[in-house]
C-alpha cells in the first residue's frame, strides 16, 4: 500500500522560502509520480510540479520559476522547494501519487494516492 505523509508547512513571510516534504512509501512499480499539488480557500486544487521515478521533473506553467521539485529515492522522500512566497501561495499543499505509470502526472484525477495536506500560510 503507498502511503504519503507530508510535513514542512507553517507560517512565513512574504519573501522566504520553505521546503516541503513527503514520505512515500509502498511503491510495487517501476514506473510511478509523485506530484503536488495545493488548494486555496475557496479555490480548485491547482496541480504544481511532478517527479517521477526516474527522476525526471515537470512542472505547470505557474510553478515554473518558485519551484523545485527534488526527491531522495534512498530516503522515500519528494521535496517542494518554494521561493519568493507571496500571500497568494498561501493554501493547503498536498503530495500525491500516481502508482503505475507517469502520464498526466499534474492532473488531480490521474492520481491514485494523496497525502493529508499540509497547511503554508504567508503574511505580508
Known amino acids: 500500500e503507498v502511503t504519503l505523509v507530508e510535513s514542512g508547512g507553517g507560517l512565513v513571510q512574504a519573501g522566504g522560502s520553505l521546503r516541503l516534504s513527503c514520505i512515500a512509501s509502498?511503491?510495487?512499480?517501476?514506473?510511478?509520480?509523485i506530484s503536488w499539488f495545493r488548494q486555496a480557500p475557496g479555490k480548485e486544487r491547482e496541480g504544481l510540479s511532478c517527479i517521477t521515478s526516474a527522476g525526471r521533473p515537470s512542472y505547470t506553467d505557474s510553478a515554473k520559476g518558485r519551484f523545485t521539485i527534488s526527491s531522495d529515492n534512498a530516503k522515500n522522500m519528494v521535496y517542494l522547494q518554494i521561493d519568493n512566497l507571496k500571500p497568494e501561495d498561501t493554501a493547503v499543499y498536498y503530495c500525491?501519487?500516481?502508482?503505475?505509470?507517469?502520464?498526466?502526472?499534474?492532473?488531480?484525477?490521474?492520481?491514485?494516492?494523496w497525502g493529508q495536506g499540509t497547511q503554508v500560510t504567508v503574511s505580508s
Open positions: 500525491a501519487a500516481r502508482i503505475k505509470g507517469t502520464f498526466w502526472c499534474l492532473r488531480g484525477y490521474a492520481m491514485d494516492v
Open positions: 509502498g511503491f510495487t512499480e517501476d514506473d510511478y509520480a
